[in-house]
C-alpha cells in the first residue's frame, strides 16, 4: 500500500515535495517511482529509483528540477520538485515493483491513490 502526501496548489517557479510511504515490505528490495496524469492526458512518468538507491531515471521534461530519493528507515521515497512550471499541473501516483524498475508504468505492481499538484498563479 502507498500513501502520497504533500501536493497542493504552488506558484510557478516555487518548490514542493511530494512523499510516498509504502507498506511494501521488505521497502528495500522495491524500486520506486512517480508518474503523472494531466487532464485529458494519458498517465505518464516522471521519475524512478532503484532498490538500492543507487540508480535514477527521469522523463526530459523534469530532468535538472525535479529529484527522486528514498529513504529505507521510513519506507518513504520522495519527489523534490524545484522551478515549477504550468505544465507540471497533474495527479501524481506513486508506484512501487518487486520485479524490477522501468519508465512504463506495466513493470509496477503497486500504486498509490494519486495526489493533486496545481501550479498556478
Known amino acids: 500500500q502507498l500513501v502520497e502526501s504533500g501536493g497542493g496548489l504552488v506558484r510557478p517557479g516555487d518548490s514542493a515535495r511530494l512523499s510516498c510511504a509504502a507498506s511494501?515490505?521488505?521497502?528495500?528490495?522495491?524500486?520506486m517511482a512517480w508518474f503523472r496524469q494531466a487532464p485529458g492526458k494519458e498517465r505518464e512518468f516522471v521519475a524512478a529509483?532503484?532498490?538500492?538507491?543507487?540508480?535514477?531515471m527521469y522523463t526530459d521534461s523534469v530532468k535538472g528540477r525535479f529529484t527522486i530519493s528514498r529513504d529505507d528507515a521510513k519506507n518513504t521515497a520522495y519527489l523534490q520538485m524545484n522551478s515549477l512550471k504550468r505544465e507540471d499541473t497533474a495527479v501524481y501516483y506513486c508506484?512501487?515493483?518487486?520485479?524490477?524498475w522501468g519508465t512504463g508504468p506495466g513493470v509496477y505492481n503497486f500504486w498509490g491513490q494519486g495526489i493533486q499538484v496545481t501550479v498556478s498563479s
Open positions: 529509483i532503484s532498490w538500492t538507491g543507487d540508480n535514477q
Open positions: 508506484a512501487a515493483s518487486n520485479r524490477g
Open positions: 511494501v515490505s521488505p521497502f528495500s528490495s522495491v524500486s
